[in-house]
């Protein structure tokens, strides 16, 4: 193996395993992490519209976009969201059921 296949590999391994474990802890809701999502989502999206795709390639996005968005909501199903009584801090964890949602659309996503 090259490195040119290497370090992406071990990159890509690395913001996984970093995303999973983040799914497994408590953690604060905060308004950064509710809107990053659609701010990532409409910058890459402007990214991809500014390379002039050709219609199937508009097509196969907005089903994308689509796909993305139910799967979103089944995946709030199995997050965990309360608040704290004593602070008054919304929290949310993800937990196993979510890890699972997760490492399944990571499955159906490989070719």
């Known amino acids: 193996m090259t490195s040119n296949v290497i370090v992406p590999a071990v990159l890509a391994l690395a913001i996984a395993v970093f995303i999973f474990a983040r ?62 009584q004593a602070t008054g801090i919304v929290f949310q964890r993800g937990g196993w059921r979510y890890l699972l949602v997760l490492l399944i659309l990571l499955l159906a996503r490989l070719p």
């Not at 097509?59 to 704290?84: E, K, N, T």
């Open 23 to 84: 799914q497994l802890i408590q953690r604060p809701v905060t308004q950064r992490g509710l809107l990053m999502p659609l701010i990532l989502s409409a910058a890459l999206g402007g990214v991809f519209l500014v390379g002039h795709p050709p219609p199937a390639g508009i097509a196969a996005a907005i089903i994308g976009a689509v796909l993305g968005f139910g799967m979103g909501l089944v995946s709030g199903q199995v997050i965990r969201v309360w608040r704290d």
